[in-house]
Nanobody, 123 residues
Framework: QVHLVESGGGLVQAGGSLRLSCAASGRTFSSYTMGWFRQAPGKEREFVAAIRWSGGNTYYADSMKGRFTISRDDARNTVYLQMNSLKSEDTAVYYC????????????????WGQGTQVTVSS
C-alpha cells in the first residue's frame, strides 16, 4: 500500500527558506510522477511542482519558477521541495502526491496523497 509522509513545514519569515520532504513507501515508484500541491485556507488546491521518478524531468507552476526546486533521492525514496524567497502568499498546507498506473483491469491512473505539512510565512 502506498504511503506518503510529508515533513519539514513550519514558521518562517518572508524571504526565508524551507525544505520539505516526502517519504514514499509501499512500492517502487519508477513509473510514477511525484508532485507537490498546496492549499491555502478558503482556496482550491493548486499545483506547485512535479518530478518524474524515472529520468527526473521536472515541472513547475509559473509562479514557482526560480524560487522552488523539486528533487528526489532514489536510495531514500524521498522527494524534496526546496523553497527559497518565501512570501506570505506561500502560506498553505503542502501535500505530497504520487501519480501512477492503476492496478485495475480497465487501466487508468491513480493518485495518492500525504496528510500534508503546514508552511506559514510571516510578513
Amino acid at each position: 500500500q502506498v504511503h506518503l509522509v510529508e515533513s519539514g513545514g513550519g514558521l518562517v519569515q518572508a524571504g526565508g527558506s524551507l525544505r520539505l520532504s516526502c517519504a514514499a513507501s509501499g512500492r517502487t515508484f519508477s513509473s510514477y510522477t511525484m508532485g507537490w500541491f498546496r492549499q491555502a485556507p478558503g482556496k482550491e488546491r493548486e499545483f506547485v511542482a512535479a518530478i518524474r521518478w524515472s529520468g527526473g524531468n521536472t515541472y513547475y507552476a509559473d509562479s514557482m519558477k526560480g524560487r522552488f526546486t523539486i528533487s528526489r533521492d532514489d536510495a531514500r525514496n524521498t522527494v524534496y521541495l526546496q523553497m527559497n524567497s518565501l512570501k506570505s502568499e506561500d502560506t498553505a498546507v503542502y501535500y505530497c502526491n504520487a501519480e501512477g498506473p492503476a492496478e485495475t483491469d480497465d487501466g487508468g491512473e491513480i493518485n495518492y496523497w500525504g496528510q500534508g505539512t503546514q508552511v506559514t510565512v510571516s510578513s
